[in-house]
């Protein structure tokens, strides 16, 4: 089991900035990657950015240049730094794990996706 905890939404005016943090706790060694997902109202969730625990970084285009995804050290922390934020930024951000188990020695693997409860993001024009 992993448990995500986030920080750090809040309202902005466009243009403005703001950062995201998400601890992991539980079975962080399982973790293989981290990213964030947003929703906006009446839309379906959708990737904003990932990163693995190699350091490979994915991002969705509308952010690229904007956003950045981070790691800490320690591996259990993911952070999301949005720079020039717009007002269609504006949405409630998930953190999300996913990890992956070997079970067995003919090397099946377990793979479950976890997630956090969310934080708002509002950025006014």
């Known amino acids: 089991q992993v448990q995500l905890v986030e920080s750090g939404g809040g309202l902005v005016q466009a243009g403005g900035s703001l950062r995201l943090s998400c601890i992991a706790s539980g079975r962080i060694s399982n973790i293989n990657a981290m990213g964030w997902y947003r929703q906006a109202p009446g839309k379906l969730r959708e990737l904003v950015a990932s990163i693995t625990s190699g350091g490979t970084t994915n991002y969705e285009d509308s952010v690229k240049g904007r956003f950045t995804i981070s790691r800490g050290y320690a591996g259990n922390t993911v952070y999301l730094q949005m720079n020039n934020l717009k007002p269609d930024d504006t949405a409630d951000y998930y953190c999300?794990?996913?990890?992956?188990?070997?079970?067995?020695?003919?090397?099946?693997?377990?793979?479950?996706?976890?997630w956090g409860q969310g934080t708002q993001v509002t950025v006014s024009s």
């Open positions: 999300h794990a996913h990890t992956r188990v070997v079970v067995n020695v003919e090397g099946a693997v377990a793979e479950r996706d976890y």
